[in-house]
């Protein structure tokens, strides 16, 4: 449903969100092997964020990236609608050019409460949020230190 670039550009921003603040910055190549994530192609994508204002940076020997209190009160919908735009949500599942309640493609009413509680988290969520959860519950990032010979 979402794009590669728009998978690690909330990745990214968790990470963000988790290990850095005004006065803690990450380099580019730290998120990029910590997320196990193309450098280029994650500076790129940070460079785009940070356009949009939904990361913060500086430049010189203790610069990088972080997220700013004023960052980390965005939601995961701002992110979205910075790399994908919202049509993904508004189109029809099918890819039927008129879906609707009033003209439902087969799946319309299975998909479509989906969507809204995926939008409805997506929208009133903050990054600050979802950071508190990810340390709360131990949810994961990357895989790059998890030990799957264990499962």
């Known amino acids: 449903m979402l794009s590669n670039a728009c998978k690690y550009a909330i990745r990214a921003i968790l990470y963000l969100a ?9 380099s580019v190549k730290k998120i990029a092997d910590d ?3 193309p450098q280029a192609f994650l500076s790129k994508l940070l460079q785009q964020l940070n ?6 940076s500086t430049k010189g020997p203790n610069g990088g990236f972080y997220l700013s209190a004023k960052d980390k009160e965005h939601a995961v919908m701002d ?3 910075n790399m994908d735009g919202t049509s993904k949500f508004e189109d ?6 008129t879906c ?9 009413f299975i998909v479509s409460p989906f969507k ?3 939008l409805e988290n997506f929208r009133d969520k903050t990054i600050s949020q979802y ?7 131990g949810k994961v990032l990357s895989l790059k230190d998890f030990d799957v010979l264990k499962i």
């Open 18 to 26: 988790i290990q850095t603040d005004e006065k803690t910055k990450v």
């Open 116 to 118: 809204e509680k995926l």
């Open 51 to 56: 356009k949009g204002n939904l990361v913060s």
């Open 131 to 137: 950071a508190i959860e990810i340390k709360q519950t």
């Open 92 to 97: 029809c599942f099918l890819g039927l050019s």
């Open 79 to 81: 992110i979205i609608k």
């Open 100 to 108: 609707s309640d009033e003209n439902p493609c087969p799946v319309h």
């Open 35 to 37: 997320l196990e994530t």
